[in-house]
């Protein structure tokens, strides 16, 4: 007999419970067709403004307009793009985000390119130009930043290698061609306005370009192909030479597939794939390119003469 008045309760109870949810929604659907908005109904009911939502979205009350900004976004497999004009540059620039509404958003704020945008806020454009901080404000500043620690995740092993290989899957998968076109562009733009002048180059690297000087022939040091920068570019014969050092490029008659170059924090595997792709990348666009290991180098310093002889007989 307890057993069965529990389960009459407990369905009284549950079809109780029934009712009233239905009662609400039904409250909130006559809110919402006598003009009141979603927000406003919350504030009426006291209910959580998603429950509010899902009751008028299962109705099909809610009138999802598509944002007509939308129509100029396009997408590139990773990212929605369009572009704005600068108000004072006037030109068009390039801008990305992850989702629609992040680009619909952004842009809202957006009138000048990053550059036009910086060199605005040299010297009396700069909001702070000429201020100093009071010792109020540094105090305050001290007090605020009293006790607070940064992560320190990057110092253990475990999460650099995470990192690293999560970075690699992403590069490798494309979706970060276009920051790899982005920064290759701005090493080219950097070395052109003189920012970049030079390179660290080895003392075998310096040796053979004066030999090339003796022999007058004309090269170009750290030459750069889609951001990878090449030792020496010869231009008459269209000829790339890259100087290997044994160790940081792993000489395969030295060193095992699965040696792991503490400098470079990478296997010989790895380090050889990398300059293999290197050298694809210099044959995709049309040159040639010798290879010169150190050891090789040390043993006939002759190689090069031998090298530029064999192409002045082809």
């Excluded at 419970?17 to 909130?28: H, K, N, T």
């Excluded at 605005?120 to 100093?132: A, C, D, H, S, W």
């Amino acid at each position: 007999m307890t057993e069965l008045v529990y389960l009459i309760l407990i369905f009284y109870g549950y079809h109780s419970i029934y009712i009233e949810i239905s009662i609400m929604e039904q409250e909130i659907i006559n809110l919402y067709l006598s003009g009141y908005g979603s927000t406003t109904i919350v504030k009426l009911l006291s209910l959580p403004k998603r429950k509010v939502l899902k009751v008028l979205n299962d109705n099909n009350l809610i009138n999802k307009k598509q944002n007509p900004i939308y129509k100029n976004f396009k997408f590139d497999g990773t990212n929605w793009y369009t572009f704005y004009t600068c108000s004072t540059c006037n030109e068009d620039i390039k801008y990305y985000a992850s989702k629609k509404y992040y680009l619909a958003r952004n842009l809202e704020k957006k009138d000048k390119c990053k550059k036009c945008s910086l060199e605005l806020q040299i010297g009396v454009g700069n909001p702070f130009y000429g201020k100093e901080h009071t010792q109020e404000s540094i105090d305050k500043i001290s007090i605020s930043k009293s006790g607070v620690t940064t992560s320190d995740h990057m110092s253990k092993p475990k999460y650099r290698e995470m990192f690293s290989k999560m970075k690699k899957e992403l590069w490798a998968s494309g979706k970060m061609e276009h920051v790899r076109i982005k920064m290759s562009n701005l090493m080219k733009q950097r070395i052109a306005n003189g920012e970049l002048k030079s390179y660290n180059r080895s003392k075998a690297e310096d040796e053979i370009i004066e030999i090339l000087n003796d022999l007058n022939v004309k090269c170009e040091p750290n030459y750069i192909i889609e951001s990878k920068i090449f030792d020496v570019y010869i231009p008459q014969y269209n000829l790339l030479i890259e100087y290997n050092g044994d160790y940081w490029h792993c000489n395969p008659n030295k060193y095992n597939s699965d040696y792991i170059n503490k400098k470079k924090n990478m296997t010989a595997k790895e380090i050889w794939e990398h300059d293999k792709n290197k050298l694809y990348l210099a044959k995709k666009n049309n040159y040639t390119c010798e290879v010169i290991w150190e050891s090789d180098y040390k043993k006939n310093k002759n190689i090069i003469l031998e090298i530029i002889k064999r192409y002045e007989q082809k």
